[in-house]
């Protein structure tokens, strides 16, 4: 059987990622691919109580514990979700990953870059997505997406959004066969064309 691909979608709050997600995922069912669509936080089972807890929580929390959480969520699903669909063929596509923790608990909180590059590499098992896409889109317009009823990680601000942003470009910068950046200010059909150029490649 042969082995299935791990697409991961990436960006700030309001990209649109998630709506392209969906439309790759249709696309692809629709053209005899078998798909899991997932997310993190809150895959099935233990992931969805992790993210109740990361996003609705009203107490503090730390950054190195906002992280551990993320990182915790992300072994759970990688052992007993990702890991087993791509052994049967499947293509995965992820409402975030990896990069997402590097980006927000790193460029974002400040929380060390390399110690959670290690981190990640553990909670992994040093599996990685054989194809990211970062949907670009500048702050102003993603808060106006995003609107004013906002969870716990939507609340932290215009500067902490700024240096995710600058975080998944700088990810890109330093990965850019595995990392492409699309312009997400575009109508949604524009996006989906450039996503399908980009899978297209993978699945030759």
């Known amino acids: 059987m042969k082995k299935g691909l791990f697409i991961t979608f990436e960006g700030v709050d309001g990209c649109g990622k998630t709506t392209q997600i969906k439309l790759l995922d249709n696309y692809l069912r629709q053209n005899g691919y078998k798909t899991l669509l997932t997310r993190e936080p809150g895959a099935i089972g233990l992931g969805e ?7 609705n929580y009203d107490g503090e929390v730390s950054s190195k514990c906002e992280s551990f959480l993320f990182l915790a969520d992300r072994a759970q699903h990688v052992d007993c979700i990702i890991k087993p669909a791509i052994e049967k063929g499947v293509i995965v596509l992820c409402d975030r990953h990896t990069d997402s923790t590097i980006a927000y608990q790193g460029y974002g909180r400040g929380v060390d870059i390399e110690s959670l590059k290690y ?14 896409i970062v949907f670009d889109v500048d702050i102003e317009t993603s808060a106006q997406r995003v609107g004013k009823q906002k969870d716990r990680m939507e609340s932290a601000g215009i500067e902490f959004f700024k240096r995710v942003r600058n975080g998944f470009l700088e990810i890109a910068k330093q990965e850019p066969e595995r990392v492409k950046v699309i312009n997400s200010v575009q109508a949604i059909e524009s996006i989906h064309y ?3 150029e980009k899978v297209k490649n993978g699945l030759e």
């Open 49 to 55: 109580k992790l993210r109740d807890i990361l996003l």
């Open 119 to 132: 981190l990640n590499s553990l909670a992994t098992g040093d599996l990685k997505p054989d194809l990211t």
């Open 194 to 196: 450039e996503v399908l």
